[in-house]
Antibody, heavy 118, light 107 residues
Framework: EVQLVESGGSLVQPGGSLKLSCVASGYTFSNYWMDWVRQTPGKSLEWIGEINTDGSKTNYAPSIKDRFTISRDNAKSTLYLQMSNVKSDDTAIYYC???????????WGQGVMVTVSS | DIQMTQSPASLSASLGETVSIECLASEGISNDLAWYQQKSGKSPQLLIYAASRLQDGVPSRFSGSGSGTRYSLKISGMQPEDEADYFCQQSYKYPYTFGAGTKLELK
């Protein structure tokens, strides 16, 4: 059974940093691209970015580019999201997702809450 | 960015009723469209990909269709467990974008 388990969510002050992790199990992690998607309190979904199978290529949404970094450790079956210079608009539930073919998201983690507030 | 306009924002259906939800893309997306279901308090789940392909394990009452800029999700025979939010998503061009969602309730 495919499982994605996120951790690291918390309350962070504006301008601060936070690192989210996602541990994958139940499949060969290194065979799949991985993505992060977030859901705002108003329930809108926003794609954050993706990373290829060996971690050599990433793509990001313009809204977070240069502030967030996606990385992975295939030996640990773990995906990361490093968040820097966070803003109140970054308050959301953050989901780790597995990318199926054609970049749809066939498995989602349970999500982790990030709140940006002073 | 490609805008995904989803309609209606909400709807109410009776048991057994057929329901349709639409997504209009701001430009052609060549069937690179997925539909997700999100039940209250849960993560989204993939229903349909490539506009019309049913994800493994999804009941056959769900179907997807469309081309170019117009796509739709149909539920043939509303069931109580179908009460949820539904979202479309395009993966034709970066950044990938989602529709605003449709809240489906059982009447």
């Amino acid at each position: 059974e495919v499982q994605l388990v996120e951790s690291g969510g918390s309350l962070v002050q504006p301008g601060g940093s936070l690192k989210l992790s996602c541990v994958a199990s139940g499949y060969t992690f290194s065979n799949y691209w991985m993505d992060w998607v977030r859901q705002t309190p108003g329930k809108s979904l926003e794609w954050i970015g993706e990373i290829n199978t060996d971690g050599s290529k990433t793509n990001y949404a313009p809204s977070i580019k240069d502030r967030f970094t996606i990385s992975r450790d295939n030996a640990k079956s773990t995906l990361y999201l490093q968040m820097s210079n966070v803003k109140s608009d970054d308050t959301a539930i953050y989901y780790c997702t597995r990318a199926g073919g054609s970049d749809y998201f066939d498995y989602w983690g349970q999500g982790v809450m990030v709140t940006v507030s002073s | 960015d490609i805008q995904m306009t989803q309609s209606p924002a909400s709807l109410s259906a009776s048991l057994g009723e057929t329901v349709s939800i639409e997504c209009l893309a701001s430009e052609g997306i060549s069937n690179d469209l997925a539909w997700y279901q999100q039940k209250s308090g849960k993560s989204p789940q993939l229903l349909i990909y490539a506009a019309s392909r049913l994800q493994d394990g999804v009941p056959s009452r769900f179907s997807g269709s469309g081309s170019g800029t117009r796509y739709s999700l149909k539920i043939s025979g509303m069931q109580p467990e179908d009460e949820a939010d539904y979202f479309c998503q395009q993966s034709y061009k970066y950044p990938y974008t989602f529709g605003a969602g449709t809240k489906l309730e059982l009447k």
